[in-house]
Every structure is written in C-alpha cells, then in structure tokens.
C-alpha cells in the first residue's frame, strides 16, 4: 500500500477492488456462470434442431427442452446472486472511501481543507466515492462479459476454427479501440466533477450565509454568482455528457461490426456445407448473444474512465500534507496552564511575545481582526509559527500530538458551528463524563435561553444551529466550550449577538465558572475585558501594552478606540 503522500488515483482504484476481493471475486465466479448459461442457450437450440427436430424425434425434444429449461433456472439464480455480491462490494467500497474521507478531513492535523469550500469536500466524499465504489460493480461485470465472449469463442472455434478466430481477434481489437474511446471521457469526467464540485461549495456557502444576504440586500449578487457557477458546471457535464455519448457510440458501431462478421463468416460456412444448419442457428445466436457481452465491456470502460477521474479527486484529497505534523513529546501531569509565546511570527503577527501565568483570566484585544485569528491559529494549532515558539507547561506545541493538545488547550471559534440534536447534547458535545453542565449553562445564559424553548434543554437544533437565533447559537457554543472544562480555554468574541445585559452577566458567570484555570478572551467588549485580569493590546502583529482594562481605557487612545468605538 502507498503511503499517504504518495497516493495515486490508481492506487485507490486498487485499493478499492482489493478491498472488496472476496464479493468482487464471488460476483464475476456466479456471473460467470450465468454469461456460461446464456452462451449455451443458442448451443443448446443448435442441438435440439439438429438432434430432436431435424429427426422427429418428440422424446429427444421434450428431453432437451427439460435441459433447457434447468440451463435458464441456472443463469437466472447466477445473475441474482452476482448481481447481489456485486452491489454489495460497491456500496462497502463507497461507504470505505466516504469514511477515509470523513477521517482525514477531520485529522488533528489538518491539511485537507486547503483550498477547497466544504461543500467540494462533501461532493468528492458523496459522488466521487460512489464513481470508485461502482468500479467494483464494473470489475464483476467486465470478468463475467470476459467469460461470455471466451465461451462463446470456445463454442465457435468447435464449429469452426475460422469462426472462433472471428471473434479471438475481434474482441482484443474492440477492447483496445473502446480504451482509447474513453480517454477524452475521463478528462471531461473529472473536469465535470470538479466543476460539480465547485458549485455544490457555492451553492452551501450561499445557503450558510442566507440570513446575511437577506439582511443587506445581496440576494440578486448572490443569485449571479450561483447562476454563473451552475452554467459553468452544466457546461461541462454537457462536455462530459457529448464524450460519453461519442464513446457509447463507437463501440455500438465497432460492436455491430463484429457481430456482423461472425453471422457472415457463419453464413458462407453452411452455404458450403462446412458447418450443419444447427450450428448456423447456434453460431447467429452466438453472435446476437455477444452484443450483451460487447456492450458490458464498452459499459464497463466507461465507468472505468470516470472511476480513475474520481479517484484522483480523492487521492489528491487523501493524500494531502497535514497543516502541522504530530510531535513525540507528552503534556505536563497536571496541566498547569502557563502558555508563552516567543518571537512568534505568523501572517500579520510579528516576532510576538506574550506570556500567560496559569489560572490567569486574561484579555486581548487586537486593532486587526485578523492578527487575532493568526493568534488563534497558532493556540490551536492550526498552523505552526514561521518563525518563534509556542508553549504550554514549557513544552512546545509544535512537539504535542494536535489530537493530545487538544484535550488541555480548547480555542472556541467566534463562527463556532453547531449540530443537530438538541440544546443540551451540543452543549454537552465535548464535556467529561464527570461534568455538571448546568453550571456552564448557567454561566453563558444558556438557562436564559432554554426558558423560551418550547421543549427547554430538549429543544431540536437543527443543522448549523440554524433553528436558533444568532444570539442563541452564541450561548449554547460557548456553554460547550466551558463545558468541556480543558486546562486551558481560548474564547473568540462569544458575546457579539447578545445585548449588554446578558453579556455582563456571561462576563460574570465566565470568571466564576474558570477560577483557577487559564482563560483568554480574544474580544473588543468592554463588558468581558472588565473582568479579566489584565489584557494585553495588539498593534502591527505586537504587543504594544499590557495592564487592567480600566487602566488602557485612561491611558492608552488606540486601546480606547478599539474597545468603545
């Protein structure tokens, strides 16, 4: 197996079939014998008219039609059973790729989201994974065809060696030509589905930010937007669509063509006595029969070529570089929550130097929004500094396993998301078995919240917490982060959707609920920095000054700017 990084779209394909072996390997053994059946059907009428109805002989007939009649029983159960194991190796094989996919996506280490929205993501990880899982169907399909046109040129070499000749020669020359057909498919295939892809992620992010759209009048922009990636995206699945048909086409053609000459070969064979009229009756069955067969296969390379497109799409996907590799070193036991910060350097933050003494309950406010989340980038882990250090407990976290920092040191994102269930299972999402989470409900008004619910702390949220106010969603996410009860707890502007009086009330309920354990409050409210026990201000990526709230409201213009404008 390759290793991650260098993973191929072939080696997914392989691993894909590979993994389905035994279903794969049991679907083309049944289909097989059912492409057996039917090859012998047209053998076995060739029989009954040279045997039975040639002679007049009714107890040969009867006979012969008794063996016909088990033959059909025969390949009907063959081709249910097949079909069966084949399904089943497709849909295994989809549902192995999504859950790959789901795991690197969600990787401590990150990576697999650059570049690309979440809907792109969600449309490699639906329809690409269901293109590769259909190779396996295609796989089963492609070794039972195979087995239908040998038998059948094993039967035809019997009557005639020029007659098995026909099709031994014909069929190589068909699949070879039909490979060839399906390249232009396979470039339009994957262009198609990245397009696709394209507009599923604008479609979501439209659907995301609907509100806001709403509320500033955005909806005809947005609409342009859409309309131009959807055109876009039809354009090349009508690409798509033409190559596919042209593919189709062709083989049909060269197919026919085959065919042809194996019922005119046939023909001049019994004009001139060479075969009987039984075997003429069996070899022009033979040849009708292996235009099922021939279109399997012309089928079959098709759903190749847009199998190997998807599997490069997810390869690439698969194989992408972590964001930050996992170090080797352990966290302190117990984390004491000390966090220092030295020389860091990362987009707008510039040799930055910040230490933060355990249990402090701490500030920050940054007159750049994005050199606060460039500071939240590196607490998280997200992203190492480019020059600098990070640590907690004197450990750098460059050294820490992201998964295992993650246990110690929770950064709770402004645009935190929530999930479907219900208010107190998101709160309770990441919370210790031995947790009370009514108090962090209580502390970021969560109770508040619940007493308008029509089912309280058992009302459904649905997806992205859209069912609920953007003041509510606020709440509940903070409510999970102090839930969570880490050692250390990052918070970005959790109270920018509520009025002042519940935010002075969270303000209050966030340092009683995180006495003693670390606390930074990324955040211009005057409200939640009145509390913290110092703050600290960023300018130009530095920190500039560094005292009580109160203090830099007095002192410090730039401070005063940023907080109360």
């Not at 049944?30 to 047209?42: D, K, T």
């Not at 996506?105 to 979440?118: F, M, S, T, Y």
Request: aromatic share 2%.
């Amino acid at each position: 197996m390759s290793s991650p990084s260098q993973l191929s779209g072939r080696d997914v394909l392989r691993q894909s079939v590979r993994g389905q072996r035994r279903d794969v390997a049991l679907g083309s053994l049944l289909g097989s014998g059912h492409q057996l059946g039917e090859a012998m059907v047209p053998v076995l009428i060739g029989l009954v008219i040279d045997r039975a109805v040639s002679g007049s002989d009714t107890g040969s007939l009867v006979s012969w039609l008794v063996v016909l009649a088990v033959g059909y029983v025969g390949l009907a159960l063959s081709w249910r059973h097949s079909a069966w194991c084949a399904e089943r190796a497709a849909a295994q094989a989809e549902h192995t790729l999504r859950i790959s996919l789901v795991r690197r996506v969600l990787a401590p280490g990150g990576g697999a989201e650059e570049g690309r929205l979440p809907g792109a993501l969600a449309n490699i990880a639906t329809e690409d994974a269901k293109r590769v899982g259909a190779v396996n169907l295609a796989a089963t399909a492609g070794v039972s065809a195979l087995a239908g046109v040998v038998v059948s040129a094993v039967v035809l070499l019997r009557m005639s060696v020029t007659l098995g000749l026909v099709v031994l020669l014909g069929t190589p020359v068909l699949l070879w030509l039909g490979h060839l057909l399906s390249k232009p498919l396979e470039e339009r295939s994957e262009a198609e589905q990245e397009r696709a892809a394209h507009a599923s992620a604008v479609a979501a992010d439209l659907v995301t930010g609907l509100r806001v759209l709403k509320g500033i009048g955005g909806e005809s922009t947005a609409l342009a937007r859409y309309r131009t990636t959807s055109r876009d995206s039809l354009r090349a699945t009508l690409k798509a669509a033409r190559a596919q048909a042209f593919q189709s086409g062709m083989v049909l053609a060269l197919t026919g063509c085959l065919i042809a000459a194996v019922a005119l070969v046939g023909g001049r064979l019994a004009a001139q006595g060479d075969i009987s009229l039984g075997q003429l009756v069996s070899a022009v069955g033979l040849a009708l029969f292996l235009l099922g067969p021939l279109e399997v296969l012309a089928w079959v390379n098709a759903e190749l070529a847009q199998g190997r497109a998807s599997a490069t799409r997810i390869a690439e996907v698969l194989a992408a570089p972590p964001a930050v590799t996992p170090g080797t070193a352990t966290l302190t036991e117990p984390v004491r929550g000390a966090v220092r910060l030295t020389g860091v350097t990362l987009g707008g933050l510039r040799d930055l130097d910040l230490d933060i003494a355990p249990g402090e309950l701490l500030g920050v406010v940054a007159t750049d929004p994005a050199h606060a989340t460039d500071l939240l980038r590196c607490l998280a882990r997200r992203s190492d500094p480019e020059a600098g250090t990070v640590e907690l407990d004197g450990v750098p976290l460059r050294d820490l396993d992201p998964a295992e920092l993650r246990t110690a040191l929770l950064v709770a994102e402004h645009d935190a998301d929530l999930f479907e269930g219900t208010v107190r299972s998101n709160v309770t999402a990441a919370a210790p078995d031995t947790s009370d989470p009514e108090a962090a409900m209580t502390a970021a008004g969560v109770t508040q919240v619940a007493q308008t619910l029509p089912d309280g702390e058992d009302t459904a949220v649905s997806e992205a917490g859209r069912s609920l106010s953007g003041g509510q969603r606020q709440r509940v996410a903070l409510a999970r982060a102090l839930a969570a009860e880490r050692p250390v707890l990052v918070v970005h502007d959790p109270t920018t959707a509520v009025d002042a009086v519940t935010e002075a009330g969270i303000a209050t309920g966030v340092r009683e609920i995180r006495k003693g354990r670390t606390t930074v409050l990324v955040t211009n409210s005057p409200a939640l920095l009145s509390v913290t026990d110092r703050v600290v201000l960023l300018e130009d990526g530095r920190v500039t000054d560094t005292a009580t709230h109160v203090e830099l409201i007095h002192r410090h213009e730039t401070y005063r700017a940023a907080v109360l404008s």
